[in-house]
């Protein structure tokens, strides 16, 4: 497998360092950016290949990897759209449909759209992904190798990636939320913020932990948690009364409204 990179920032760079390690020789990747030094860097660091130009770059591999500012995207002149005849477009733009894609790229064999989380930084993400053709084994095999160097990747097809979206794409950001307000929350009651953060934090980690690793269903592991009348009971009383699961329901909803609006420009 050969990679060309078109935008090398924080994710274009966990991608191609995690294909490194992963065992992917670094003279099969190519990189390529704007003005800034990052292709430059990463190509520096890993032992990659800098391209001169777009052409270049597209014509290196069997896969192109789009990973710049999503409203670039038209900045794809159709000479270069053209070099990436027969092989695999691989977009992270976040709001770019697979009919915008296959409107700059429309010789490609395969386009992939992907919506990846910031915890790829850390090894930590989850991405969803959806092909325009049925892939084959190979393709398949490639881009989950391709997506393995993030964390973890689940296929959907593109209709689903507006709720992904607000899952995994607007998830970290919600739990993070949900961390900070529990930190605020404890240090009125005199506790240290930090440390309730850490609580909180290191809390959700062993609760998902244990889901991923049990053969309970949610409720079930709710209950195991719940004592009649006790505190957890308290809480999540309190919760629904308060309206939390609608509260929930409207504003992904309001996040997948807004997910449409964006691909639809």
């Known amino acids: 497998m050969k990679i060309g990179f078109i935008g090398a920032g924080n994710m274009a760079r966990a991608i191609a360092t995690g294909l490194v390690n992963s065992g992917l020789a670094p003279q099969n990747i190519s990189c ?52 990436a005849e027969g092989k695999v477009v691989l977009s992270i733009l976040a709001g770019r449909t697979l009919a915008d894609l296959a409107k700059a790229f429309p010789k490609a064999a ?4 992907v919506m990846p989380n910031t915890p790829a930084a850390i090894g930590a993400g ?35 990636l507006h709720i992904a979206t607000v899952i995994n794409g607007c998830g970290p950001a919600f739990y993070f939320r949900i961390v900070q307000l529990l930190g605020e929350i404890a240090e009125k009651h005199g506790l240290d913020k930090n440390l309730a953060m850490t609580l909180a934090s290191e809390t959700a980690i062993g609760s998902c932990q244990l889901f991923n690793q049990s053969d309970k269903s949610a409720q079930e592991l709710i209950d195991a948690v719940t004592s009649p009348n006790g505190v957890t009971h308290a809480l999540l009383q309190s919760l629904d009364r308060n309206g939390f699961p609608n509260v929930l329901e409207v504003s992904a909803q309001d996040a997948v409204d807004r997910s449409v609006e964006l691909s639809e420009g």
């Open 32 to 83: 390529i950016s704007g003005d800034d030094p990052t292709a430059a860097n990463l190509a520096k660091d890993l032992g990659a290949n800098l391209a001169a130009n777009r052409e270049e770059l597209i014509s290196f591999g069997d896969i192109v990897l789009l990973a710049f500012k999503p409203n670039h995207l038209e900045t794809i002149t159709p000479e270069e759209g053209d070099f």
């Open 110 to 113: 395969n386009i992939v759209r």
């Open 126 to 160: 989850v991405a969803t992904y959806c092909f325009q053709n049925e892939p084959s084994d190979e393709l398949k095999a490639n881009v989950e190798k391709i997506l393995g160097a993030l964390g973890t990747a689940y296929q959907v097809v593109e209709e689903q």
